[in-house]
């Protein structure tokens, strides 16, 4: 069974950072790759960062260039999300979702596996 486990999330001031975690199972996670995204009720879903767990390239965002950092750790079956100058509009829920490496092009569109969101509030 595929089981995507976000965490991390959190109330934060602006200007504040916040580190979220992934943590995969019942999937090769060297053959996927993984993604974050976030929605705010009544707007479309994002694509904030995400990663070929394979060869460790990442897309981030326009909003978020700069500010966040996707990584993982193929030993932990683990992806992060570092995420530093938060603002308000990054106040979100995140979720965790992964996608077979050989269907990944960009950072958006379906992808297969979807785990529960975190919340992500920033105060101004």
């Known amino acids: 069974e595929v089981q995507l486990q976000a965490s991390g999330g959190g109330l934060v001031q602006a200007g504040g950072s916040l580190r979220l975690s992934c943590a995969a199972s019942g999937f090769t996670f060297d053959d996927y790759a993984i993604g974050w995204f976030r929605q705010v009720p009544g707007k479309e879903r994002e694509g904030v960062s995400c990663i070929r767990n394979s060869d460790s390239s990442t897309n981030y965002a326009d909003s978020v260039k700069g500010r966040f950092t996707i990584s993982s750790d193929n030993a932990k079956n683990t992806a992060y999300l570092q995420m530093n100058s938060l603002k308000p509009e990054d106040t979100a829920v995140y979720y965790c979702?992964?996608?077979?490496?050989?269907?990944?092009?960009?950072?958006?569109?379906?992808?297969?596996?979807w785990g529960q969101g975190t919340l992500v509030t920033v105060s101004s």
């Open positions: 979702t992964a996608l077979p490496a050989p269907h990944y092009y960009r950072c958006s569109g379906y992808w297969t596996y």
